[in-house]
């Protein structure tokens, strides 16, 4: 069984920003829902990082709450 490498290790990238909006868009589904890990690959501290960054976009009008 082959596991995804997270994207966020493998850029070596420390923080996620609730700014950058196309980067958080990658881990939206098409209903705006965050998308889990299994799918993505992401490690668990930076899929809590993800959700965090997306709450607080989705809060500050960056990002929908939900698409219809």
């Keep these: 069984m082959m596991t995804k490498q ?7 990238l420390k923080t996620i920003d609730y700014k950058e909006v196309d980067l958080l868009k990658r881990f939206i589904s098409g209903q705006a829902k965050i998308i889990d890990p ?7 501290k930076h899929q809590r990082m993800i959700a965090s960054a997306v709450k607080r976009s989705r809060f500050m009008a960056l990002l929908p709450f939900v698409k219809r």
Aim: proline letters at 0%; glycine letters at 8%.
């Design 38 to 44: 299994r799918h993505t690959g992401t490690c668990a």
């Design 6 to 12: 997270c994207f966020f290790c493998s850029q070596n």
